[in-house]
């Protein structure tokens, strides 16, 4: 029987992927979308930052550079949006990255196996294998249907997608255990606040798209 909070986190996920969709097809849709999620997410992380930081220096630089990394992100985000190919693959590697976060969870709940780290008990070795090879799968779809085409390096660009989404994940699962917290926040039922969505995708995108640039 499933359980209320996966009733929950599966009607959000297909909610988020609607968005998505409309994100894509509508500029206004992605301006307003990259405006609420860059402020929950950056509300979410100096509340983390609050509970963990206790001098005003370092919180306000730690605060200061995220607030540039999110600023910058959403503009680079925008930028490859108005132009096709560089959206399609500005896509592409979205969905490897959600599609990371999708093969960790049902990899990790499938096979279970030893803990990954301390840092986030419920990360596996099982599942971290399942976040590559969902990424991988994903990308490199992705890459056959719209360019006809397979190469090895696509392997590569996927690999380093998902080893920096999983990493993105562990840093703010270290953050939210160091600040007591098990979400971020509470704005998206059944997954938690926005960070806790978009912590892999923050790290994992950037350098996808740096992968891509520098070995295709």
């Known amino acids: 029987m499933i359980s209320k ?70 503009l680079i985000f925008f930028f490859f949006s108005n132009f096709l190919q560089l959206k399609i693959i500005l896509f592409t590697l979205l969905f490897g990255c959600i599609a990371s976060d999708m093969g960790g969870y049902i990899f990790g709940k499938l096979f279970k196996g030893p803990k990954l780290t301390k840092v986030s008990p419920n990360k596996t070795y099982s599942g971290s294998i399942g976040s590559i090879f969902l990424t991988t799968l994903t990308i490199s779809g992705f890459m056959y249907y719209f360019t006809n085409n397979f190469s090895y390096l696509i392997l590569i660009i996927a690999f380093a997608t998902s080893i920096s989404c999983q990493i993105g994940d562990l840093f703010f699962s270290y953050l939210k255990r160091k600040a007591n917290l098990k979400d971020t926040g509470n704005f998206l039922p059944g997954h938690g606040g926005v960070l806790d969505r978009l912590d892999g995708i923050f790290l994992g995108l950037p350098i996808g798209i740096i992968a891509l640039l520098f070995f295709y």
Do not use: A, D
Not at 25 to 36: D, R
């Open 5 to 74: 909070n996966l009733k929950k986190r599966l009607f959000t996920s297909i909610l988020l992927i609607l968005l998505l969709f409309f994100i894509f097809n509508n500029n206004v849709v992605l301006v307003y979308s990259l405006i609420i999620m860059g402020v929950l997410s950056l509300l979410e992380f100096f509340n983390i930052c609050n509970k963990i930081i206790k001098h005003k220096s370092l919180l306000i630089i730690s605060n200061s550079i995220f607030i540039i990394y999110i600023s910058f992100f959403c």
